[in-house]
């Protein structure tokens, strides 16, 4: 008996080490199937770099120190237009969101901006911007901020009118149901809305790293592309991958930690 009690936490251990690691399953066996089908000839490496060298020229690319660098001045870009995004985007929502008047204000004009397409941008904001960095930074934040908008501001207002007038039964101000109900209902909107957001970030840099860049990730690609390196191009794109998959799973952690009182229905 007391040797199946013990048995228990290393056995439930080692399922929820499996279930940790077992979304990663399927890229592996895509990689394996990938590297076999270019072995064989199936897929010309030129067309496409396998596995392999793809592997080679991403440690080749980190010894030079060349992708470090260009790694670090795109992670600036991304995280000052995401800054930016994130505090236009979630002053518009608490203004739209709590007023009427302020939806009235903000949300059409914003509603026509969102599907404005990023590439007609581009020759508008080099005209006001100029050609360095703040082009691509603008188009980041323009980019993020559209997210945290929709997300949060639906938040708001999907809160429940019932606790709402809880609160005033127990006379909270409007001020204090804003800060004590309202909030704390759309912040898990507010966290999907962060979600999508950082994704949007990294598709919008790889537009905005074509305005006259000389380094990031987005200039890499497009250099390798000239002289035909899928092999550099992948790396890139893989990058891009592991930035986006690293924010989601910091935002996925920090949804586990402010959103602990959520009930949740999932299964394994």
């Known amino acids: 008996m007391s040797a199946a009690v013990a048995s228990t936490p290393a056995a439930s251990t080692g399922s929820d080490r499996w279930l ?3 979304r990663y399953l399927p890229p592996l066996l895509i990689v394996v199937l990938w590297q076999i089908a270019a072995s064989a000839g199936l897929i010309p490496t030129r ?8 592997a080679g020229t991403f440690a080749e690319l980190i010894s030079s120190g060349e992708l470090p660098r260009h790694l670090l001045v795109s992670l600036g870009r991304v995280t000052t237009g995401l800054g930016i995004g994130v505090v236009v985007g979630t002053t518009f929502a608490l203004i739209a969101g709590l007023s009427r008047r302020g939806e009235d204000l903000l949300d059409a004009t914003l509603q026509m901006l969102r599907t404005l397409p990023f590439l007609a941008l581009v020759p508008l904001f080099i005209l006001w911007f100029g050609i360095g960095e703040t082009p691509k930074i603008a188009l980041v934040a323009l980019g993020t901020m559209f997210p945290i908008y929709l997300t949060l501001f639906a938040g708001i207002r999907g809160v429940d009118a019932k606790l709402i007038e809880a609160g005033g039964t127990l ?3 409007r001020r204090e149901q804003v800060f004590h109900i309202v909030l704390p209902g759309a912040l898990p ?13 990294w598709l919008s840099l790889v537009v905005a790293e074509q305005i006259n860049a000389d380094s990031g990730i ?16 992948l790396v ?3 990058v891009y991958a592991i930035l986006g998959l690293s924010a989601d799973q ?3 952690v920090l949804e586990r930690q402010v959103l602990a009182w959520r009930p949740s229905f999932l299964k394994d």
Not at 47 to 54: D, E, V
């Open 171 to 173: 006379g909270l101000s």
């Open 236 to 238: 890139g794109l893989i």
């Open 250 to 252: 910091i935002v996925r």
């Open 47 to 54: 067309t496409l770099a396998s596995p392999a060298m793809i």
């Open 218 to 233: 987005g200039f890499l690609v497009m250099t390798a592309r000239d002289f035909l390196r899928t092999d550099i191009i």
């Open 20 to 22: 940790r690691y077992r």
């Open 189 to 201: 909107s507010a966290l999907v809305g962060l979600r999508y957001a950082l994704g949007v970030a």
